[in-house]
């Protein structure tokens, strides 16, 4: 079985990256950051480029043939871990929102800067899928 490229047409057009690896029944989730459909940060603070980011995450992982309930690992760079944690109930509200309130292995880690320089969190994933009948 061959490893499959999945790139939405919805994010940004990747280039020397893709956005996740579906492998097998597991899917490796590329770094997301709060880029729009065109190429910009998303505006706001922290709150609205992680419902942004986690949004590209989730994007990815559906057009995988995966839902969120099969995220098994999620790893968060933050350029402001105060920030994040300042805001961490209005976050994870957006988290059950968006995916439900199973959570995943999880890691916060702190980072002096992210690709694009205006981006304060970048969001990386691994899913197994599920059996669904």
Do not use: C
Not at 51 to 68: D, E, H, K, M, Y
Not at 77 to 98: K, P, Q, S
Not at 118 to 124: G, K, P, V
């Amino acid at each position: 079985m061959s490893n499959k490229t999945v790139n939405p047409e919805s994010l940004s057009k990747p280039s020397g990256y893709a956005h996740g690896i579906l492998a097998g029944n597991a899917v490796y989730l590329g770094g997301q950051t709060a880029l729009d459909g065109n190429m910009e940060i998303v505006p706001g603070g922290i709150v609205e480029q992680f419902r942004q980011a986690f949004s590209n995450v989730l994007t990815t992982l559906r057009a995988a043939g995966g839902q969120p309930e099969d995220l098994v690992s999620v790893t968060i760079y933050l350029t402001d871990v105060d920030d994040y944690m300042a805001n961490g109930r209005e976050i994870g509200r957006i988290w059950r929102e968006m995916a439900g309130s199973e959570y995943p292995a999880m890691a916060g880690i702190g980072v002096t800067r992210l690709w694009q320089k205006e981006a304060m969190i970048e969001i990386q994933g691994i899913a197994v899928i599920q059996d669904r009948p």
